[in-house]
């Protein structure tokens, strides 16, 4: 099946490029590059070894997208376009919500002017919010989002569920990704954050590749084994790889489907870095500050469900994922700058 790729020259898109060809897919991408540069889709060409039609747009520019849908044969669509930072989202919440809202309106429409009715959705477990079960099922209520950011997804799944609910010729997977880490084995291709990270797993790299002076642990007073927070870290590439397994839902007619995409395995930020100095012998210095606006003590998942009707369990652990965002780091430390 030829998929369409929103977003795809981003870190889980580029990703999941390798894991679309290696089950004998093929892609068209579109991108806007706000947070991302056609050099991934470069490097993702060269790993694959073939060329991948790339259209630079916005996803909210409609006539742009109708033209995509009239000049391929799309079986199916992965949105992952969006803009994803939570604390960027909290001072500029117009900016997210409407890039995040409109690109989803604008993509959804051309996809039902052209008769394409299959989408998986890049959704977040911050649609759980503060959960109310540990580990979190599908089946756990969702949360207040304390975020602009979460909200947008918490409401894109309401909209799509309705769209579905509509037309049930639509087949909707709602994906929920956990925390993803890592890179592809390559060191070609891996997160690449603009600025100062927010997230955990890049500051952790630019500390050891010497960009950053030392790690800012966020709390050590959590109700944590030890004080600091705990999540569910999943691999990149297993997280793409899930969403092949969520084509296959889509090829079987699932109508609407959520899954959660972790690996059921709960670390704390200490973990996490105990971890990185132990597989690849580099030093980390932390220090510990005050927690930040808006964390939760602890989040993992039961990945259940996406076993069992996917078929789709994650295979690396917290080992390989710090080796290979070490690896990407060490080989790239400007990214896909220099
Ligand atoms: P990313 O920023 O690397 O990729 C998103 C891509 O979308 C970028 O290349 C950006 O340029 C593009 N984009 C944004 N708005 C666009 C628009 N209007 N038109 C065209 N392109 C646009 O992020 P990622 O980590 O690869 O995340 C992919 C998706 O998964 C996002 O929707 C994100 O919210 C979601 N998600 C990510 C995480 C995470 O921790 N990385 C966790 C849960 C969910
Ligand atoms: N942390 C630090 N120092 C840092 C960065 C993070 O101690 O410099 C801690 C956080 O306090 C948290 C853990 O590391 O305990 C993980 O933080 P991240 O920012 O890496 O990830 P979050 O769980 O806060 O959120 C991420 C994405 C969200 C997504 C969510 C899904 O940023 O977009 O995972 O679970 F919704």
């Given at each position: 099946m030829q998929i369409l790729l929103t977003g795809g020259a981003g870190y889980i898109g580029s990703h999941t490029i390798i894991e679309l060809d290696k089950a004998g897919h093929s892609v068209v991408v579109v991108d806007n590059l706000s947070n991302s540069c056609e050099e991934s889709v470069r490097r993702v060409s060269e790993i694959i070894g073939k060329p991948i039609p790339f259209i630079k747009a916005d996803v909210r520019d409609a006539a742009a997208m109708d033209s995509i849908f009239k000049s391929y044969k799309i079986g199916a669509v992965i949105h992952f376009a969006g803009l994803k930072a939570v604390g960027e989202s909290v001072a500029k919440p117009l900016e997210y919500y409407e890039n995040n809202l409109n690109a989803t309106f604008v993509l959804v429409n051309a996809m039902r002017n052209n008769g394409v009715k299959n989408i998986i959705f890049s959704s977040s477990?911050?649609?759980?919010?503060?959960?109310?079960?540990?580990?979190?099922?599908?089946?756990c209520p969702k949360g207040e989002c304390t975020n602009p950011y979460g909200k947008t997804k918490s409401m894109l799944e309401e909209v799509l569920s309705d769209v579905q609910k509509a037309d049930p010729e639509w087949n909707v997977v709602l994906l929920r990704y956990f925390n993803p880490i890592g890179a592809h084995q390559?060191?070609?291709i891996g997160e690449n954050p603009n600025?100062?990270?927010?997230?955990l797993m890049p500051y952790i790299t630019q500390v050891a590749v010497g960009r950053r002076p030392e790690l800012g642990v966020?709390?050590?007073?959590?109700?944590t084994p030890d004080g600091t927070g705990v999540r569910d870290y999943i691999h990149v590439c297993d997280l793409a790889a899930g969403h092949v397994s969520a084509l296959q839902a889509i090829e079987r007619k699932c109508g609407l489907a959520i899954y959660n995409l972790g690996t059921g395995h709960g670390y704390s930020v200490l973990d996490v870095v105990k971890a990185f100095e132990k597989v690849n012998g580099v030093k980390v210095p932390y220090s510990i500050k005050p927690r930040r606006a808006g964390d939760i003590a602890t989040c993992y998942c039961n990945p259940a469900k996406a076993k069992a009707e996917l078929g789709w369990e994650a295979k690396f652990g917290i080992e390989e994922m710090c080796r290979d965002s070490w690896n990407w780091q060490k080989n790239n430390p400007k990214g896909y700058e220099g």
């Amino acid at each position: 099946m030829q998929i369409l790729l929103t977003g795809g020259a981003g870190y889980i898109g580029s990703h999941t490029i390798i894991e679309l060809d290696k089950a004998g897919h093929s892609v068209v991408v579109v991108d806007n590059l706000s947070n991302s540069c056609e050099e991934s889709v470069r490097r993702v060409s060269e790993i694959i070894g073939k060329p991948i039609p790339f259209i630079k747009a916005d996803v909210r520019d409609a006539a742009a997208m109708d033209s995509i849908f009239k000049s391929y044969k799309i079986g199916a669509v992965i949105h992952f376009a969006g803009l994803k930072a939570v604390g960027e989202s909290v001072a500029k919440p117009l900016e997210y919500y409407e890039n995040n809202l409109n690109a989803t309106f604008v993509l959804v429409n051309a996809m039902r002017n052209n008769g394409v009715k299959n989408i998986i959705f890049s959704s977040s477990a911050t649609v759980y919010g503060n959960p109310a079960v540990i580990p979190i099922t599908e089946s756990c209520p969702k949360g207040e989002c304390t975020n602009p950011y979460g909200k947008t997804k918490s409401m894109l799944e309401e909209v799509l569920s309705d769209v579905q609910k509509a037309d049930p010729e639509w087949n909707v997977v709602l994906l929920r990704y956990f925390n993803p880490i890592g890179a592809h084995q390559s060191g070609r291709i891996g997160e690449n954050p603009n600025g100062i990270p927010n997230n955990l797993m890049p500051y952790i790299t630019q500390v050891a590749v010497g960009r950053r002076p030392e790690l800012g642990v966020f709390g050590n007073d959590y109700d944590t084994p030890d004080g600091t927070g705990v999540r569910d870290y999943i691999h990149v590439c297993d997280l793409a790889a899930g969403h092949v397994s969520a084509l296959q839902a889509i090829e079987r007619k699932c109508g609407l489907a959520i899954y959660n995409l972790g690996t059921g395995h709960g670390y704390s930020v200490l973990d996490v870095v105990k971890a990185f100095e132990k597989v690849n012998g580099v030093k980390v210095p932390y220090s510990i500050k005050p927690r930040r606006a808006g964390d939760i003590a602890t989040c993992y998942c039961n990945p259940a469900k996406a076993k069992a009707e996917l078929g789709w369990e994650a295979k690396f652990g917290i080992e390989e994922m710090c080796r290979d965002s070490w690896n990407w780091q060490k080989n790239n430390p400007k990214g896909y700058e220099g």
